[in-house]
Structures are given as C-alpha cells and as structure tokens.
C-alpha cells in the first residue's frame, strides 16, 4: 500500500483520476493481486502497453486510491474510517471484480468485498439506511444482502426513517419500497375494533 500515491520513479502505472490526478501504482503487484487488472495490463492492451489507466469517473480519485492501495495489500490493508468511503469502495470494487487468473489465483478484490460488506452491515441502523440504500444501488446485485438488511431496518423503524433528510430521494429511487414503508406505519397505527391503536406485525415490504 505504501507503493500507492503522487506519480513517482518507481510507479509503472499511473491512474488518470477526476480533477487531472494522478495515482501512482505497482503493476507487478496490481496484476498479481487482480484478475481484472492483470487482463487490464496485458501485454495486448492499450493500457498495457502505455501504463495510462482511465477509472471510472464516477467514483473519487480517494476511492481509486483507496482500492490501489488494497490490491497492492492483498486486500488486508485497513479500511476507510467513514461510512461513506466504505460504500463508495464497495461499490467500485464491485466494478473491477475478473474471473480468476491461471492456476485459480484468488481475486484480492473480492476480500476487500467482504470485509466492506461486513464492516457496513455492522454499522447499519435506523439513521443510516436510506443513505446507505442510495448509495448501495448501482451494486444492488453483488450486495443483494445489505440491500435486504438495510430494507428490513427502514421498515422496521418507520418513524425515524420518514424523518430522515434522504427520504425524498429515496421516494424517488425506490418507489415500491418507499410505499412499502408508508403502508407498514399506518398498518401499525390503524385502529383496532374497539377504536384503540396497537403495535401489529409488520406486512413486508417490497423493495
């Protein structure tokens, strides 16, 4: 990981990120450490012959950096401190994921995967789960899971939800889900026969 940063002498990849920065890295341990990257550089590549990598740019240059500086570790260095940075990571990772190399090497990034899902289902709660829902969307499919976890949080804890500042957005990126959790509050709050309000078991809500 230390290898990772400002383009230096002993970098052979350079990483053009938003904002014209420029990340450093190792091929050597890139192409070891990442089926995806080891096709990436091949030899018979327009990336392998010149060194230059253009990521995606709808991550952050903090994100790549943050990945590069995985990869060279194997996966095993430490994770970002924020919620945030753990999410963004989680989704980018999920975009440079290869199908194993020669000899079944395993794939680092996938570590770096499941340590990140971990590390974010363990900070799931009430205050956290729309951000996280939005956040999660464009890799719905690879965290199927937190995607269910986070959905079975928002509908259990309505009222905190629906104060949440991400509401509105989420309404708008998860319209099934959004009026599952509407339902769910004015099942627990409908009247019972003889006219008072109890708690009732939840209807599930569809994402």
Request: charged share 20%; hydrophobic share 45%; net charge negative.
């Amino acid at each position: 990981a230390s290898l990772v940063g400002p383009v230096a002498a002993g970098h052979d990849v350079v990483f053009e990120c938003e904002n014209s920065e420029r990340i450093g890295g190792s091929r050597l341990l890139l192409t070891h450490a990442s089926p995806y990257y080891e096709a990436l550089l091949g030899p018979g590549t327009v990336e392998g012959v010149s060194g230059v990598v253009k990521p995606d740019m709808d991550f952050s240059s903090a994100a790549h950096r943050v990945l590069i500086g995985q990869l060279h570790a194997l996966g095993n260095a430490p994770l970002p401190a924020t919620l945030d940075a753990r999410l963004e990571l989680l989704c980018l990772v999920t975009n440079v994921r290869g199908v194993p190399g020669e000899g079944g090497r395993a794939d680092a990034g996938a570590r770096v995967l499941e340590r990140c899902k971990r590390a974010v289902r363990d900070s799931l709660c009430p205050y956290n789960c729309l951000a996280m829902l939005l956040q999660l969307k464009p890799c719905a499919a690879e965290a199927a899971g937190l995607v269910d976890a986070a959905h079975a949080v928002a509908a259990e804890h309505v009222r905190e939800v629906l104060e949440q500042p991400e509401w509105l957005e989420f309404e708008e990126q998860y319209p099934k889900a959004a009026v599952g959790i509407m339902r769910a509050i004015a099942y627990k709050l409908a009247p019972t026969s003889d006219g008072s309000v109890t708690a009732r078991k939840r209807p599930r809500v569809v994402a």
